[in-house]
């Protein structure tokens, strides 16, 4: 489970790559490349076949398997989530959130899945502005969800520390991005900040 759980963002950012392709060319000639193999043309030939073969599988066993996976193993063992012998296997994916909030692991996942697509598919946007902007949307969605539903318990020292911790990470995420925005300024844009 800590394995799966660390190497999660990384899977998903693998899986997502075989679908990377970026419109290469001018008028009638514009035709999809696969960015790691800018000579290997998108869904055609061989790319297709693994497409079907390897990226599908992936997307459903990885990407979107995982995490209800792990929500259905909560969801359906919730009578014995403290208890021992499964705390012991699966607390990684619920320890530290409050009662009944035990699911928000699913929500984090979504997060990532999000992040790392728009860094995945945002080169097919053509413009990294719009890319930041949607970050910046996802970002704050996630604070707006963390702040209504408060995962983690208050009531403790140790949840009311967390609760900051995820607000605090969050908050630099949604800077990081705002500042990245900064170097794009007067980028493209005649009359724009220098």
């Known amino acids: 489970v800590l394995l799966l759980f660390l190497f999660y963002p990384t899977l998903v950012k693998l899986t997502l790559s075989m679908l990377k392709c970026p419109s290469i ?7 999809m490349f696969l960015m790691a193999d800018l000579q290997e043309p998108c869904f055609t030939g061989r790319h297709e076949a693994y497409m079907f073969l390897l990226t599908i599988p992936q997307l459903v066993c990885y990407v979107l398997g995982l995490p209800l996976i792990a ?4 969801f359906r063992n919730k009578k ?12 990684l994916l619920y320890i530290g959130y409050r009662k009944d909030r035990e699911w928000w692991e699913l929500v984090v996942a979504l997060r990532k899945i999000a992040v790392v697509s728009i860094g995945t598919f945002g080169i097919v946007m053509g413009v990294v502005d719009l890319q930041a902007f949607i970050a ?7 604070i707006v969800l963390h702040l209504i539903f408060q995962p983690f318990d208050t009531a403790t ?31 493209e844009k005649a009359g724009s900040v220098h």
């Open 25 to 31: 060319g001018t008028g009638n000639e514009r035709r």
């Open 71 to 74: 929500a259905i193993l909560i």
């Open 80 to 91: 014995h989530l403290y208890e021992t012998s499964f705390s012991t296997r699966y607390s």
């Open 136 to 142: 910046l949307g996802v970002v704050f969605v996630a």
């Open 157 to 187: 020292k140790i949840g009311r520390k967390l609760h900051k911790l995820e607000f605090i990470a969050l908050c630099v995420c949604w800077f990081t991005f705002w500042g990245g925005l900064l170097y794009f300024l007067g980028h």
